[in-house]
């Protein structure tokens, strides 16, 4: 099960040997405590996340940051802002899995969007006790006109018997109807 949103560093062109060195560098000027293979964590004032290197096919293929899911999205944005910063000084690109994209400022929003997705159904399913507040936060639900309709009916329904019980009661309440002149009925 998934416990953390994952960014990437890596070259811009794919194929190229990522510079581990540069990032190892620039992430330590940032907070980082990185060994020369990038293995470690970066800390910033909200937290810290793990950085390690991230393999495919045995070959070094960049950086692999993990954030861990918690109820609130500061971490999440303070990694971001270093890890842009980053890829921007060590002219590298910065992925993120997730959404299939790059990973920018320009698309927080989006990014926060999938991040407490993701993080509520670790902790509802999976099992992961640090995002478990969010698994009980539920999304006010947005009310759809047809709930709306609904209670409209009900309550001009209610209206409608209370009238009809008023009038039923005021009317046997007054008595049998005077006869009129000419009436003919039977007694």
Same mark, same amino acid.
């Given at each position: 099960m998934l416990r953390s949103y994952d960014f990437v560093l890596q070259a811009v062109t794919p194929g190229d040997a990522p510079p581990v060195d540069a990032f190892v560098v620039a992430l330590s000027g940032r907070g980082a405590e990185l060994d020369a293979q990038g293995r470690g964590v970066l800390k910033v004032p909200q937290g810290q996340v793990d950085v390690?290197?991230?393999?495919?096919?045995?070959?070094l293929a960049g950086l692999d940051v993990r954030v861990p899911f918690h109820e609130k999205t500061e971490l999440?944005?303070?990694? *971001?802002?270093?890890? /842009?910063?980053?890829?921007? /000084?060590?002219?590298?690109? *910065?992925?993120?899995?997730?959404?299939?994209?790059?990973?920018?400022?320009?698309n927080f929003s989006s990014i926060v969007d999938e991040y407490l997705r993701m993080a509520r159904y670790a902790g509802e399913y999976g099992g992961v006790s640090e995002a478990l507040?969010?698994? !009980?936060?539920?999304? @006010?639900p947005e009310e759809d006109s047809a709930s709306s309709v609904r209670?409209?009916?009900?309550?001009? @329904?209610? /209206?409608? @018997?209370?009238?009809?019980?008023?009038? !039923? /009661?005021? !009317?046997?309440?007054?008595?049998?109807?005077?006869?009129a002149p000419g009436d003919v009925r039977q007694k």
């Open positions: 390690a290197p991230l393999l495919e096919n045995g070959a999440l944005e303070a990694v *971001l802002k270093v890890l /842009v910063d980053v890829a921007e /000084v060590s002219q590298a690109r *910065l992925l993120d899995p997730q959404r299939g994209e790059s990973a920018s400022l320009g507040g969010l698994s !009980t936060m539920a999304i @006010a209670w409209l009916l009900l309550l001009a @329904a209610f /209206v409608i @018997a209370l009238y009809a019980g008023w009038r !039923t /009661v005021v !009317t046997l309440r007054s008595g049998p109807p005077a006869e």
